[in-house]
């Protein structure tokens, strides 16, 4: 191939129709026909991304590898394609416009007067091609976050029309997914939504090629026909994406209605191979088929959003197939755990993951939940803040520093076992203070973190300001807290674990981001089974 094709997938009638999935299956059905596929992810608002959004506000921050924070959905990319995104595979209305403000700033336009067009669609555009300018693509999906209509999604769509009209005919397609809802009154599936869709869509100068349609019920063949007829579809070009048991059913049920196969049809592209999903479907028969059940509480403070731990619960999912057993995650919300309730609120749990978070609500539950799972041999998973969490418990309880905390929660703590590194106290720009994105941790030899990775180096991502304190490591070492993890550049402490413990483990990192289907993560997988061994 020459030419990078270009699939841009867009919602309509609502949000939330899960446009992240349905692009992450096709870009999964594409690949397995052999096909060197991408997906990016344009998000309309204006934050330049998502790294200072409240959790509750736009669930998970996701991390990629050169340290990009993006918007959940890469999240599903990795998961889906086993294939790394960067920060190129997401961008915000806030990134093009500091971007074009910045040019102008320096003069690059010359005294033109900077509008929305040209100006703010050629940098959409840009970056729209830029990963398919690199020459690694075949195929390159862009998902438009928001919804067709909106004022904030209007530059996207008229760069979308303007990049289509570039490219040529067959290089770029849109799949158009929208809802065609159930009225349980008149006992029919209704249309007319879809159709108010694609006009909006069309209004702005563009056609849908493929309509993709979610729905409850199965779309009749007249219904089919009905949509292609008012939308201006062909027949096979009307999808139906019926609600599934797990989204790592959409991509087969996508490759029964040939989704795949239209869009190929529609780039001029040749079907290749049978897509290949062998072990796809064997995660998928693990899945459903499990031989074992756990229940994991997973404590945190933003439990009453899921997506706040998306990646934490796909990881897990991942760990579960891993184990032919079915993982029951119980949320428990930290903030509500006290000495006097955590035996209650704690009861029944086969393992416990204490999540990341920022800020002091809910941290002594937290602390009070690590206590429980080491003196009751309670298989323990601490990430990030979780970690630290165990570290600050294990020095009030075991070396008797009681007012050990870390200087996220207390400035003046007399015993600051978590501590913000020297560098980056004079930094206030709220995105600079992080370490983010891969860092290099080396495996102490014997160590459980090492027989699980089975390795000596590992890269892990991180997202995180404060640090284990260095100076308390010999002291936390000698009364049995054993750092096996540290960072060979920085000296940092990356895991820390108990021996003579069913299973603890802490980490600096955030292990979640790279559990895929293909490759669920390791340390997700020996929690588990040591969660099942644990029941036995």
């Known amino acids: 191939m020459n030419q990078t094709k270009y699939i841009f997938v867009t919602g309509g009638v609502t949000s939330s129709l899960g446009k992240g ?16 596929a991408t997906i990016q992810k344009f998000d309309p608002y204006i934050n330049v991304d998502p790294g200072t959004l409240n959790p509750y506000e736009h669930g998970e921050c996701y991390v ?22 960067s920060q190129a595979n997401n961008v915000t209305t806030g990134r093009v416009y500091l971007s074009v403000i910045e040019k102008e700033r320096r003069g690059e336009f010359l005294g033109k007067t900077v509008q929305v067009v040209p100006h703010i669609t050629n940098e959409i555009k840009e970056r729209m091609q830029l990963l398919g300018n690199s020459g690694d693509y075949d195929i390159v999906i862009t998902e438009i976050g928001g919804t067709v209509g909106d004022i904030e999604s209007l530059p996207y769509i008229e760069s979308v029309r303007q990049l289509l009209w570039e490219l040529g005919e067959n290089n770029g397609i849109v799949v158009h997914l929208t ?31 493929i309509l993709v349609c979610r729905t409850e019920h199965e779309l009749s063949s007249e219904l089919r026909q009905k949509l292609a007829l008012f939308c201006n579809v062909k027949r096979e070009a009307v999808i139906q994406s019926i609600d599934a048991s797990t989204i790592y059913d959409v991509p087969n049920l996508m490759l029964e209605e040939g989704l795949d196969k239209v869009a190929l049809k529609k780039l001029d592209l040749p079907e290749k191979n049978t897509p290949d999903l062998v072990q ?4 998928l028969f693990r899945l459903k088929n499990p031989k074992h059940t756990v229940n994991i509480g997973l404590v945190g403070k933003y439990v009453e959003l899921q997506d706040s731990y998306k990646s934490i619960l796909e990881a897990f999912i991942h760990a579960g197939s891993a184990n032919e057993t079915k993982v029951n995650v119980i949320s428990v919300h930290s903030e509500y755990i006290d000495k006097d309730n955590v035996a209650e609120k704690l009861s029944g749990l086969d393992g416990i993951l204490v999540a990341p978070g920022f800020g002091g609500r809910g941290i002594e539950g937290k602390i009070e939940t690590v206590r429980y799972a080491r003196e009751n041999n309670i298989p323990f998973f601490g990430i990030c803040l979780g970690m630290q969490m165990a570290v600050i418990e294990y020095s009030r309880n075991v070396l008797g520093l009681a007012d050990a905390n870390s200087t996220e929660m207390n400035e003046h703590t007399p015993h600051a076992v978590i501590n913000i590194m020297e560098e980056q106290k004079n930094i206030t720009d709220m995105g600079g203070t992080m370490r983010l994105g891969a860092w290099k941790c080396q495996l102490e030899e014997g160590s459980l973190a090492g027989a699980i990775y089975g390795k000596k180096e590992i890269m892990e991502r991180h997202r995180h300001r404060y640090e ?17 993890g540290i960072n ?8 820390i674990e108990l021996e003579n413990h069913p299973f603890f483990i802490g980490v600096q990192y955030h292990p979640e981001y790279k559990s895929t289907v293909a490759n669920p993560h390791p340390l ?13």
Not at 473 to 484: I, R, T
């Open 468 to 484: 284990f304190n260095g100076k308390y490591k010999e002291q936390l070492e000698k009364a049995g807290l054993k750092a096996s």
């Open 524 to 536: 997700f997988v020996k929690f588990i089974e040591a969660a099942v061994k644990g029941k036995c």
């Open 21 to 36: 999935i349905i692009a992450a299956s096709l870009a999964k059905l594409l690949q397995a026909r052999g096909y060197r």
């Open 280 to 283: 796809w479907n064997q995660f």
């Open 179 to 209: 809802l065609v809802p159930y009225l349980a009154a008149a006992g029919e599936l209704k249309t007319k939504p879809t159709q108010h869709s694609v006009k909006t869509l069309m209004e702005s100068g563009i056609k849908a090629d």
């Open 64 to 85: 990629t590898d050169d340290g990009a924070e993006t918007d959940l959905d890469l999240g599903h990319y990795e998961r889906f394609l086993n294939v790394p995104t």
């Open 488 to 495: 060979p550049d920085t000296g940092l402490v990356e895991i």
